[in-house]
């Protein structure tokens, strides 16, 4: 089955750029992942899907300074001019037609 | 825009039965393809419980296929989880989310449950 793995911790300066990183398992490189949100103390929020094109969309509301992209086995997710409210947990998603399954999570701190 | 609403008792005792509900609303319950559960233990990650198609067709987390039921009532626009036999170790927050087919895309509040006696 696939497994995802995100890297446990991430930070950047305001108004900086940071990329977030979900690394698919061997025989599963092709897979879309998805991206979801999570701010301290709420719901996740989906954020975007990201193919393994490099093709990716984003959700309803989504700023564009979000931005998704791929290369193997990896996907992506950039922030452009990062902001405090950005500071959150993000975890990645895939599927397959018997299972669901999330990365660890990165938790995002913004300097 | 849908959205969803978890409801259920907060707390539950040892080797009891954990049901909780996901009200839909702003839309059909049918306008999306798949109903989800996904929980949170405090200060953890994510993990999918199980989830069930518009068609009927129901897929479990393998480690709790034995205890799980997930089931929807489209009459009145909403689905369910049923969890039996329950330890300390199902204590989390529960979430209920929508696929379009492929992602979750729509996740509810979510609602904490608690495990003791």
């Known amino acids: 089955q696939p497994v995802l793995t995100q890297s446990s911790s991430a930070s950047a300066s305001l108004g900086s750029s940071v990329k977030l990183t979900c690394t698919l398992n061997?025989?599963?490189?092709?897979?879309?992942i998805a991206w979801h949100l999570q701010q301290p103390g709420k719901a996740p929020r989906y954020l975007m899907k990201?193919?393994?094109?490099?093709?990716?969309n984003r959700g309803s509301g989504v700023p564009d300074r979000l931005s998704g992209s791929s290369s193997g086995a990896d996907r992506y997710l950039t922030i452009s001019n990062l902001q405090f409210e950005d500071e959150a947990d993000y975890y990645c998603?895939?599927?397959?037609?018997?299972?669901?399954?999330f990365g660890g999570g990165t938790k995002l701190t913004v300097l | 825009q849908v959205q969803l609403q978890e409801s259920g008792p907060g707390l539950v005792k040892p080797s009891g039965t954990l049901s909780l509900t996901c009200a839909v609303s702003?839309?059909?319950?049918?306008?999306?393809?798949?109903w989800s559960w996904v929980r949170q233990p405090p200060g953890k990650g994510l993990e999918w419980i199980g989830e069930?198609?518009?068609?009927?067709?129901?897929t479990y987390n393998l480690s709790l296929k034995n205890r799980v039921t997930i089931s929807v009532d489209k009459s009145k626009n909403q689905f369910s989880l049923r969890l039996l036999s329950v330890t300390a170790a199902d204590t989390a927050m529960y979430y209920c989310?929508?696929?379009?087919?492929?992602?979750?895309?729509?996740w509810g509040q979510g609602t904490m449950v608690t495990v003791s006696s």
């Open positions: 998603e895939t599927w397959d037609s018997n299972t669901r399954v």
């Open positions: 069930m198609s518009r068609s009927g067709s129901t």
């Open positions: 989310a929508t696929s379009d087919g492929s992602c979750l895309d729509i």
């Open positions: 061997s025989g599963h490189s092709g897979y879309i």
């Open positions: 990201v193919e393994s094109s490099g093709t990716y």
């Open positions: 702003g839309g059909s319950i049918s306008s999306t393809k798949w």
